[in-house]
């Protein structure tokens, strides 16, 4: 038996003071006349030697009492020497990611472990805690505690591996210490799988919390349905994961001013259609009523009034099917020829075509290096007569392969670069069979580096792009192709022009990678800022000529709508909101897990940490055996005469 405060059994030594108070106490007999006292005799020397036993057995237990009570403040425990006498290090992860707002027992998951946390372990305990936003190193739970208490929810969940690998990171590198590695979490289903190795060095503890119920309605999307000369139409996406419900209110507000409201029944998908104007800055919000996750229950959108992306087009061939592309409603498109180009207006433009010039000169190869290095895109269509040197001599500043020679050969165009950003979004499935469109000569390229978009069935290119540059390597005349009867030619082309000038969309998601054009002028050194009431955030930033590009990706971390400010001038607004990965309640079986011991509660968690530290507290004990020795001698003092 050790003792964590052996200087208090110093107050041992005090017990003999009651001993010597009883041996020395001296007690003075009068003496009293009786005619016959022989019977008193008897019956005084019984009763005198019944008082000796009571007094000396009332004496032990009481001193029994008093060392029971010294002993417990002594705190006496048991631990197996080794174990005890080595050093061990805790590092907790504490998934507060938005699943955890799921209810529990005794409330949401992510409080109920914080309160445990609090109340198990030693408050003056070293240890490292980590969430998927924050990190408290070398810490302890009486440090943290408001910390903790004050906790939120964070929209960065890591997954599993990086939760490991940082946990491990924690550690010290010293090889002889206990190591246990905690990880708090509902554990949800994801892609990536939660592996442990078998490591000598670390105990791994898993600790699940599970809610009550699995059941959650959440808003997944949005998108403009239909639109017309006055009023749009705006889709919103519902998805239900439970048991069907007949009644769900969704609630459309602008400036959080109710505008409608709807009801809809939902079994696993449901949609509902609000009619909102058109041509008319809207800052919208769309609210449903679910009392499980609180995060999807609200979605943000914003229209700003509609800004052209600037097209202009150098022609020296016809160029009626651009303008069917690149209609008044969405596009500023200019048609020059190139005789009369004046090249002061390229700067303003976001977009530049090359419509099939034979040559290309060197005034203009200067002017689209300055653009392109100011942002611009340059979309490049040659003609069946080019003049290969002054291409490749344009070619020559963007990295894009040059021109070798022409090809008098008909070609399909075959293949599709699905994956593409131009074409991410255009096709539900992948297309193997379709009407090929062709061409009857192109021009074969040398050392191909760039990214084909379009492809000719050898593979070779059809249209490729380097940074923001895009070059045909076959003329589009009727001619020599039918590219402009392909359906691919709308998507295609479209794409480079609202690419070109990447305008902000109904609403953007927090923690996915976001490229964002403004389109405004700044003046040397200023700066734009993302502002709402709650929060302001500086993005990261390039600005350009005419233009400033927003990069956004974990910052914003806060769903709403924020102001784009140059100082205190507002320029437009751009709405963010969470993923909804986190809504589906989901979980891991954590059987499958190997290489790791797993809980149900912190508490048995932090219980079973301090067990198998084999640490057996016994002041306990000597606080009950001070209590029943108090009551043995109550019972002495009453009883035995």
Same mark, same amino acid.
């Given at each position: ?18 001993? =010597? ?6 007690? $003075?007999?009068?003496k009293?006349a ?27 237990? $009481? ?37 955890m707002?799921?209810?529990g027992?005794?409330?949401t ?7 445990d946390?609090?109340?198990h372990?030693?408050? +003056? ?25 004050? $906790?939120s ?7 599993? *591996?990086?939760?490991? #690998?940082?946990?491990?990171?924690a550690?010290?590198?010293?090889k ?5 590695l905690?990880?708090?979490s ?9 592996? #442990? ?11 699940q #919390? ?7 309605v ?13 009023t ?17 209110s ?11 409201k ?5 079994d ?19 609210? =449903? ?13 914003n ?13 020296e061939?016809?160029? *009626? ?7 008044d ?7 020059? *020829? ?26 203009? =190869? ?13 979309? =490049? ?9 002054s ?6 500043n ?8 022409k ?16 074409l991410?979004?255009?096709f ?25 978009i ?8 059809f ?11 076959a ?12 359906p691919?030619?709308?998507?295609? #082309?479209?794409?480079i ?16 990678? +976001? ?8 003046l ?18 390039q ?12 910052y914003?971390n ?5 102001e784009?400010?140059?100082?205190d ?7 963010? +909101?969470?993923?909804r990965?986190?809504? +589906?309640?989901n ?21 079973a940490i ?8 016994l002041?306990k004990?000597?606080v ?18």
């Open positions: 038996m050790q003792f964590k405060n052996p200087e208090i059994l110093y107050a041992l030594l005090l017990l003999i003071i009651p001993i =010597i108070v009883h041996l020395f106490q001296l007690r $003075r007999f009068e009293v009786f005619t016959n006292v022989q019977f008193l005799k008897n019956i005084t020397l019984q009763t005198r030697k019944s008082s000796q036993i009571k007094k000396w057995v009332t004496l032990f237990t $009481r001193l029994l009492l008093l060392a029971c009570i010294i002993i417990a403040f002594a705190q006496p425990y048991q631990a197996n020497t080794k174990s005890f006498n080595t050093k061990t290090e805790t590092v907790i992860y504490l998934d507060n990611s938005f699943s707002q799921a209810k027992t005794n409330g998951l992510l409080n109920t472990a914080i309160q946390l609090i109340a372990v030693d408050e +003056n305990e070293t240890l490292h805690i980590f969430t998927n936003d924050f990190n408290f190193p070398n810490t302890s739970i009486k440090a943290i505690k408001n910390d903790l208490i004050q $906790r929810y964070s929209s960065n969940q890591l997954d599993y *591996d990086a939760v490991v #690998l940082k946990g491990q990171k550690f010290s590198k010293d002889g210490r206990i190591k246990n905690v990880l708090i509902d554990f949800q289903q994801k892609d990536d799988i939660l592996t #442990l190795q078998n490591d000598s060095l670390i105990n791994y503890r898993l600790v #919390l599970q809610p009550k119920n699995t059941s959650n959440s808003i997944d999307s949005l998108y403009i349905s239909k639109t017309n000369v006055e749009l139409e705006l889709t919103v996406n519902l998805s239900n994961q439970g048991i069907p419900i007949e009644t769900v969704v609630s459309l507000l602008e400036d959080d001013q109710l505008i409608a709807s009801a809809v029944a939902i696993r998908k449901a949609e509902t259609v609000f009619t909102i104007p058109n041509n008319k800055a809207f800052k919208g919000k769309i609210t =449903i009523d679910d009392a499980n996750l609180k995060y999807d229950n609200t979605f943000y959108f229209l700003d009034k509609n800004q052209p992306i600037k097209v202009l087009v150098i022609n061939a016809n160029a *009626d099917f651009l303008k069917k592309l690149y209609t409603d969405e596009f500023d498109l200019t048609l020059v *020829d190139y005789k009369g180009l004046n090249y002061n207006s390229i700067v303003d433009q976001n977009l530049i075509v090359l419509n099939e010039l034979k040559n290309i000169p060197n005034a203009l =190869i200067t002017s689209l290096n300055s653009f392109s290095n100011d942002g611009g895109s340059i979309l =490049i269509i040659p003609s069946v007569e080019s003049d290969l040197n291409y490749n001599q344009l070619f020559e963007y990295s894009l392969p040059s021109f070798s020679s090809a008098a050969t008909e070609k399909l165009i075959t293949k599709i670069n699905f994956s593409h950003p131009l991410s979004n255009v539900d499935k992948k297309v193997d069979n379709f009407q090929y469109p062709k061409v009857n000569s192109f021009y074969k390229i040398s050392n191909p580096t760039a990214a084909n379009l492809s000719f069935e050898d593979n070779t290119a249209l490729t792009q380097a940074n923001n540059v895009f070059v045909f390597t003329a589009l005349d009727d001619d020599n192709s039918n590219f402009k009867n392909s691919l030619i709308v998507p295609v #082309l479209y794409n022009g609202k690419q070109s000038l990447k305008l902000p969309r109904l609403y953007y998601t927090i923690g996915t990678k +976001n490229t964002i054009d403004i389109n405004t002028t700044l040397q050194d200023a700066i734009l800022k993302l502002s709402n009431a709650e929060s302001s955030v500086i993005p990261m930033q600005t350009y000529t005419h233009k400033v590009q927003l990069i956004t990706d974990d914003p806060t769903a709403g709508t924020y784009v400010k140059n100082k001038n507002i320029i437009q607004h751009l709405s963010y +909101n969470y993923d990965k986190e809504s +589906n309640l979980y891991m079986n954590l059987s499958q897990v190997t290489n790791s011991l797993k809980n149900s509660s912190v508490a048995s968690a932090i219980d301090k067990s198998n530290a084999n640490v057996n507290e002041w004990w000597f009950i055996f001070a209590v029943a020795f108090l009551i043995i001698e109550m019972l002495i003092l009453k009883f035995l005469k």
